[in-house]
T-cell receptor, first 114, second 117 residues
Framework: DTGVSQNPRHKITKRGQNVTFRCDPISEHNRLYWYRQTLGQGPEFLTYFQNEAQLEKSRLLSDRFSAERPKGSFSTLEIQRTEQGDSAMYLC????????????FGAGTRLSVL | AQSVAQPEDQVNVAEGNPLTVKCTYSVSGNPYLFWYVQYPNRGLQFLLKYITGDNLVKGSYGFEAEFNKSQTSFHLKKPSALVSDSALYFCAVRALPGYSSASKIIFGSGTRLSIRP
């Protein structure tokens, strides 16, 4: 399968714990995006990378959230000191270039904070 | 600011009948417009896009969408619905490069399409 891969698919954690998610984009895609989706809503943009550079961050991305893409390939999204409000589906997408910008999505990581 | 509105939370259609899922947008400048579909436990799948050119764009699975600049709409349509079309559909908009925050896509809240046999 050469699509966008996200791990883990599900994560259950206790409030206050740190969690990290991983996204492996389609191999030739230079852009990588993170979104958050809560029940009954569309995905909300969090941040995106062009190669290893993080070019934009949403105001939704509080100081407890950090994302990296160290070698311009896979990316990680870490949430520190999780809160119940962080419970959501975290989606990763990748695209090639900018002009057409069809974003291809992974299946997501569902986070439940107890 | 960019925004997308999907006024219907749910659309119910009988199999074989035409379907329309509505979308209106607001963006500075000319938009890129997209439709995505989400099946349970699966990621969003790209259906179709409008960049420029013909106002009627065709996409995957027999879907098409009509761009209407004067009404700022981009409704999704299909002439004959299938039960397998039942899913959650998202309209999305992106401003052209050169505008601030131009790389992110703004999604609507989604419309659940239910096709009854």
């Amino acid at each position: 399968d050469t699509g966008v891969s996200q791990n883990p698919r599900h994560k259950i954690t206790k409030r206050g714990q740190n969690v990290t998610f991983r996204c492996d984009p389609i191999s030739e895609h230079n852009r990588l995006y993170w979104y958050r989706q809560t029940l009954g809503q569309g995905p909300e943009f969090l941040t995106y990378f062009q190669n290893e550079a993080q070019l934009e961050k949403s105001r939704l991305l509080s100081d407890r959230f950090s994302a990296e893409r160290p070698k311009g390939s896979f990316s990680t999204l870490e949430i520190q000191r999780t809160e119940q409000g962080d419970s959501a589906m975290y989606l990763c997408a990748s695209s090639f270039g900018d002009r057409v910008n069809i974003q291809y999505f992974g299946a997501g990581t569902r986070l439940s904070v107890l | 600011a960019q925004s997308v509105a999907q006024p219907e939370d749910q659309v119910n259609v009988a199999e074989g009948n035409p379907l329309t899922v509505k979308c209106t947008y607001s963006v500075s400048g000319n938009p890129y417009l997209f439709w995505y579909v989400q099946y349970p436990n699966r990621g969003l799948q790209f259906l179709l896009k409008y960049i420029t050119g013909d106002n009627l764009v065709k996409g995957s699975y027999g879907f098409e969408a009509e761009f209407n600049k004067s009404q700022t709409s981009f409704h999704l349509k299909k002439p004959s619905a299938l039960v397998s079309d039942s899913a959650l559909y998202f309209c999305a908009v992106r401003a052209l490069p050169g505008y601030s925050s131009a790389s992110k896509i703004i999604f609507g809240s989604g419309t659940r399409l239910s096709i009854r046999p």
